[in-house]
């Protein structure tokens, strides 16, 4: 399977749900209509999640219980990633979620997978947020620079994706599997993506093209 390489969005995208939305529902740091806000193609994700959960009042513990409860992985993700470790393709999430409610998600599916993800600290009141990867770029153009940087390594890169924050990325790849809100845009403005709903599919599609 050598010449692929594989970047995911992880919310959404890898879960059914997007977890940090779904967590400031479930717990009543935001309303439905804040939350649909949000995915204005002019509202920076990192931004929204540092002022949402700037006032979300939750422990590391109700954040783990919540996703080991209720957050649920979108079928084939835990084969797909065996699959990428057995056949040399490079996997990599670029997400604008958090590690507190990643590394939880990552432990109960036994995978370790290289990641990008805002640090999130427990403070007074609420969670702090950082995003170090995102210093000097925004993370619309970071998700499409990892694609850019496999491309660069003569990779064919296969993307994975939900929101409109994935269009750019979708839009580099050579192969995108896209749902929800980034399926629209990409059937809109013309970008080729196929409807993610596994993940058995894309290791079908890199098998048949290496
Ligand atoms: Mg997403």
Known sequence: MKG???????DGTITLRDVGDHLLLHYGFADKRTIEESYSLKV????FMKRAFAGAALSERVIADFVRERVKARRGFREFILFCE???????????GVDL????FFAKHGVSVKSFFGRA?????????????LRRTDLSSFKAS????????GLKVVFFGDGPNDFKAA?????AYATGRLLRLCRE???????????????????RHS
């Open 171 to 175: 839009s580099l790849a050579d192969k």
């Open 86 to 96: 057995a056949n040399g393709v490079p996997f990599e999430i670029a997400s604008g």
């Open 189 to 207: 403005r013309g970008v080729p993506a196929s409807p993610l709903t596994d993940f058995t599919r894309a290791a079908a599609y890199i098998k």
């Open 146 to 153: 990892r694609v850019a940087r496999m491309k660069r390594l």
């Open 44 to 47: 920076r994700v990192e931004d």
């Open 101 to 104: 409610y990643a590394d939880p």
């Open 4 to 10: 692929w390489g594989a970047v995911s969005d992880f």
């Open 121 to 133: 600290k427990v403070v007074e009141g609420g969670i702090k947020i950082d995003y170090p990867f």
